[in-house]
C-alpha cells in the first residue's frame, strides 16, 4: 500500500519531467546585468545583490560570472551586509583564484571586517580579522593599487588594538595588577613599535617596575624611552 502512495505521489514530478509543465527559459544574461545595474545606481543594493547572484547561478561558466560575483560582494558590502559580502567573496575566491579581481576582493573583504570594528574597550576580533586581510594583500600584491591603502588601514588598525591592550593595561595599574599590566605594556613595545602606543607603554612601565621594587628595570625602560622618543610628551614626564 505504501508503495502505491509513493507511485502516485511521483506521478505530478514524472509528468513535469516529460514535458507535461513548460519549464521557463532563463533569462539573457545581459538582460539580468542591465537590470542588476539599474538597481544598483539606483542605490537598490539588495536588489542589484540578488540579480548579480541570479547571473552568477545561472551562467556559472560564463566569462561574466566572477564579475558577477564582484559586483554582489560589492552590492552586499554598500547595503552594510558585511556577512553577505563576505561569503560572495569566500565564492569568488574558490572558484576564480587567478581572476585580476583578486588584490580588490581581498581589500574588500579586510573593508568588510573594518567597517565592524567598535570602541577599543570592547572585544577587538574584527580588527584582528581586518588587520591579516590587509597583511595579505600587502603581502600577495605589493603592487597593487589597494597596496597602499591597505597598508594605511594596518597602521590604523595596528593603532587601534595597541590602545585595546593600553586600556586594559592601565586598569591593570589602577588596580595594581603589576604583573598583567607589565606583560600588556611589553607586548607594546615588541609588537607595536610603530603605533603612538609605544612611548607611553614604555613610561608606563617605569612606573610598574618602580611600584615592585626593581628600579633597575624601570631605568632600563626609561632610557629605551629618551633613546628613541626623545622629543615625545611621555619622556617628559620622565623624573
Not at 25 to 47: M, V
Not at 183 to 193: D, F, G
Not at 221 to 234: G, Q
Request: hydrophobic share 40%; aromatic share 12%.
Amino acid at each position: 500500500m505504501k508503495k502505491i502512495v509513493l507511485l502516485f505521489c511521483l506521478m505530478p514530478m514524472l509528468y513535469a519531467c516529460g514535458g507535461g509543465e513548460e519549464i521557463k527559459p532563463e533569462r539573457p544574461l545581459e538582460d539580468i546585468y542591465a537590470d542588476a545595474y539599474k538597481e544598483f545606481n539606483k542605490k537598490n543594493y539588495e536588489e542589484a545583490a540578488e540579480l548579480f547572484q541570479t547571473a552568477e547561478a545561472q551562467y556559472p561558466a560564463n566569462p561574466w560570472a566572477a564579475d558577477a560575483l564582484v559586483m554582489m560582494a560589492y552590492s552586499r558590502y554598500m547595503d552594510k551586509d558585511f556577512a553577505g559580502s563576505i561569503l560572495a567573496i569566500d565564492r569568488y575566491m574558490r572558484f576564480h583564484p587567478g581572476h585580476k579581481d583578486v588584490p580588490y576582493m581581498m581589500y574588500l573583504r579586510g573593508m568588510c571586517y573594518y567597517r565592524q570594528v567598535s570602541d577599543v574597550r570592547r572585544d577587538p576580533g574584527m580588527s584582528a580579522y581586518a588587520l591579516q586581510q590587509f597583511q595579505q594583500l600587502v603581502d600577495r600584491f605589493p603592487n597593487s593599487e589597494y597596496a597602499k591603502n591597505a597598508e594605511n588601514k594596518i597602521l590604523i588598525l595596528k593603532n587601534y588594538i595597541a590602545g585595546k591592550v593600553m586600556y586594559a593595561a592601565r586598569e591593570d595599574m589602577h588596580n595594581r595588577n603589576w604583573t598583567s599590566a607589565i606583560t600588556r605594556l611589553q607586548s607594546i613595545v615588541a609588537t607595536a613599535q610603530e603605533t603612538v602606543m609605544t612611548p607611553e607603554a614604555m613610561f608606563r612601565l617605569t612606573e610598574c617596575y618602580t611600584a615592585i621594587g626593581l628600579p633597575d628595570q624601570a631605568a632600563g625602560y626609561a632610557k629605551m624611552l629618551r633613546a628613541n622618543f626623545p622629543d615625545n610628551e611621555w619622556t617628559k614626564k620622565l623624573k
